[in-house]
């Protein structure tokens, strides 16, 4: 028994090299994704927040900042999400994303493992990147290394409201994204969903939906107060909308864990290889 369990451990550990080997590329885009996200957050947070900043004077309405950052932010998300390397991950950016995927089927353990982990990783190092350029103008407040942390409303209010966004996004990627006629679409809908949060929704929670998201905040700043609402509430959440999905629509009717499926690159979740697909036409 004991050499069989061995022999078992043995062939598990082969396994997740294996599939190292073979899919580290996308575990990076998916680091370089939710990185690039938080350099482009706390470059404009900082643009529009920081009151020595320009642009801060030129901007007294806080809502009208706001909106801006939430754009910014929208466009930003747009375009990881239609990247090359977005495009080949999937661009999920998000351990809520990937857990819900798993949930449904379309993604392997082992890959939503190595991705979770990248997305923490790349998320803290674009904080600490833009920390080392920006410096005291991002860290200090207002701007508070963009932690995410509850309104006046208090910790009660922020987690119903981080776990209705995370809902509603949910169910907006899995609809959009497996219609035929509008999966191309569905980071535009993404984009537009992340800047309409951010303008309304904000004052409430600081908007999150991502655990990655927070803790590449919270752990450069020391900001652990209130981490539980921006760990559990989007992963709640999403899971409440894919049984949401399921329910109405069949887990059959989910057709792969990317927001965007172009033909010219593989996808590690389906099996789809463009050189294969190519040679079956």
């Known amino acids: 028994m004991a050499g069989y369990a061995q022999g078992q451990n043995v062939a598990r550990f082969a396994s997740l090299l294996g599939t190292l080997r073979a899919h580290w590329p996308e575990y990076l885009m998916e680091a370089w ?8 957050a706390g470059v404009f947070a900082t643009l529009l927040e920081y009151p020595g900043s320009p642009v801060h004077a030129l901007l007294p309405d806080a809502d009208l900042r706001r909106a801006l950052i939430g754009i910014a932010m929208g466009l930003t998300a747009v375009g990881i999400i239609y990247s090359p390397w977005g495009q080949q991950s999937g661009a999920h950016l998000n351990p809520a994303v990937t857990l819900t995927f798993l949930r449904l089927g379309k ?3 082992i890959d939503a493992m190595f991705y979770i982990v990248a997305q923490f990783a790349g998320g803290t190092l674009g904080v600490l990147a833009v920390r080392f350029v ?24 922020a987690f119903v409201a981080e776990f209705l966004i995370s809902l509603g996004l949910m169910l907006v990627v899995l609809t959009v994204s497996n219609h ?3 999966t191309r679409f569905t980071g ?9 949060y951010i303008t309304f929704e904000a004052p409430l929670s600081g908007m999150s939906m991502n655990p990655a998201r927070s803790f590449a905040s919270a752990a450069p700043g020391g900001i652990w107060e209130h981490l539980w609402i921006y760990f559990s509430a989007p992963v709640l959440g999403m899971l409440a909308a894919s049984s949401a999905y399921v329910a109405l629509c069949s887990r059959a009717a989910v057709h792969c864990a990317k927001l965007d499926h172009p033909p010219q690159r593989r996808c590690i979740h389906c099996g789809y290889e463009p050189h294969r697909a190519a040679t079956e036409l």
């Open 107 to 109: 993604v392997a353990a």
């Open 33 to 40: 994704g939710l990185g690039i996200f938080m350099v482009s």
């Open 180 to 182: 035929e006629r509008l």
């Open 134 to 157: 920006l410096g005291d103008a991002f860290a200090a407040p207002p701007v508070n290394w963009v932690s995410t942390l509850p309104g006046e409303g208090g910790a009660g209010v």
């Open 188 to 196: 535009v809908f993404a984009g537009v969903l992340v800047a309409l």
